[in-house]
């Protein structure tokens, strides 16, 4: 398995992106996808997640009332929608999957992609 993310770039505060993550080659009807995000000097942290029959598990507080995630089966894709961006959400976003159910915990993730930087800056 091979996630790859894109949809990231500089946007300015109050504005939305939408993330993307596929896989080329696999499926991803059958796992559980996350989203983390790492900003510099901070740990990676869990931020959504949505298993293979669809209900999701938020993790992050700062960002429950404003980001989304879905699965478009057609498209073999999951999204992350992002409102009402502030700077501090700043970082790499990263998508992960796995066979079991969704999880707060890197370590249970076992294919991750490359990472999309998201900047929200005036």
């Known amino acids: 398995s091979q996630l790859v993310e894109s949809g990231g770039g500089l946007v300015q505060p109050g504005e939305s992106l939408r993330l993307s993550c596929t896989d080329p080659?696999?499926?991803?009807?059958?796992?559980?996808i996350g989203w983390f995000r790492q900003a510099p000097g901070n740990e990676r942290e869990a931020l959504v997640c949505?298993?293979?029959?669809?209900?999701?598990?938020f993790y992050a507080d700062s960002v429950k009332d404003r980001f989304s995630i879905s699965r478009d089966r057609a498209e073999n894709t999951v999204y992350l929608q992002m409102n009402s961006l502030k700077p501090e959400d700043t970082a790499i976003y990263y998508c992960?999957?796995?066979?079991?159910?969704?999880?707060?915990?890197?370590?249970?993730?076992?294919?991750w992609g490359q990472g999309t930087q998201v900047t929200v800056s005036s």
């Open positions: 992960a999957s796995t066979w079991t159910s969704c999880s707060e915990y890197r370590n249970n993730f076992g294919s």
């Open positions: 080659g696999f499926r991803l009807d059958y796992y559980a």
């Open positions: 949505i298993n293979s029959s669809g209900g999701k598990s």
